[in-house]
């Protein structure tokens, strides 16, 4: 199983110097943090190998990964991984439900509970464990469309199946990301994402804080913000915990 992981984080750590940044502000000093996540998926410690939940997708989306490893794009190496890791990946559902928010319109995370799921390869319930990355395969249904919301750990997409629009912060201009691309996220920064016709397939890793609140923004049709919190469960998926309107000085600083 170690192999698989290793191939896996070798695979995206050789891909990263050089690909193509879409989806991120010019001024985002992009290259240099990547160096960071490709030195954290060259350092992983491969001999701690837990046991692991097999896990399982249901049907709908088990068909959305087969669709998405078929039309799998970029460097053997890459599609290898994925192809790998999907099967041998402890495969969950993101997002759980949280107690009622209280406000008015659907609940969000409703819409995404079926559309989201996450196979982790390194960190809490990886196949190799580790406390400071997390890695692994981001599955999302078609046509979805993620909030935008924050959280403290950087974050980084790359793409291997699909094509997804990924907005930074909150008047940023939605941009393409497709195989071969990589988004990187800054600590705390709004993001959202929308799924286009076909399942999307990403690898991802975050580094730096990995617990914390995760915050989803919503505006009610009066033009005023709100957020949700939402925090790691043991089991590594997220339920939701708080409510609240978006403090002023912190709607300032978006
Ligand atoms: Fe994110």
Same mark, same amino acid.
């Given at each position: 199983m170690s192999n698989v992981v290793r191939s896996f984080a070798d695979a995206l750590a050789l891909a990263l @110097?050089? +690909? =193509?940044? @879409?989806?991120? =502000?010019?001024? *985002?000093? &992009?290259r240099r943090r990547l160096e960071d996540f490709r030195s954290a998926l060259t350092t992983? *410690?491969?001999? &701690?190998?837990p046991a692991v939940d097999p896990g399982s997708l249901p049907a709908e989306a088990q068909a959305w990964l087969q669709s998405a490893i078929d039309g799998a794009q970029g460097t053997p190496g890459i599609v290898t991984a994925a192809r790998n890791a999907a099967t041998a990946g402890s495969w969950y559902q993101i997002y759980e439900s949280g107690p +009622? $928010?209280?406000? $008015?319109? =659907?609940? =969000?995370h409703e819409v995404l509970t079926g559309g989201m799921f996450a196979a982790q390869?390194?960190?809490?319930?990886?196949?190799v464990t580790s406390d400071t990355l997390l890695a692994g395969l981001f599955l999302l249904g078609p046509g979805l469309h993620y909030p935008l919301h924050q959280h403290p750990a950087t974050e980084i997409y790359f793409g291997v199946s699909g094509e997804i629009c990924i907005q930074h912060g909150l008047d940023g201009e939605p941009q393409a990301l497709g195989p071969g691309d990589v988004s990187l996220t800054p600590s705390n920064r709004l993001h959202a994402l929308t799924v286009g016709t076909s399942p999307v397939l990403l690898l991802y890793c975050w580094l730096g804080e990995l617990g914390g609140r995760q915050w989803w923004w919503r505006q009610d049709s009066d033009g005023h913000w709100y957020r949700d919190a939402y925090e790691r469960t043991a089991r590594a998926s997220w339920e939701r915990t708080a409510s609240e309107a978006v403090p002023a000085d912190v709607l300032a600083r978006h």
């Open positions: @110097p050089t +690909a =193509p940044t @879409p989806t991120n =502000p010019a001024n *985002d000093n &992009v992983v *410690d491969h001999t &701690v190998t +009622a $928010s209280g406000h $008015s319109g =659907p609940e =969000p390869m390194i960190g809490f319930r990886g196949l």
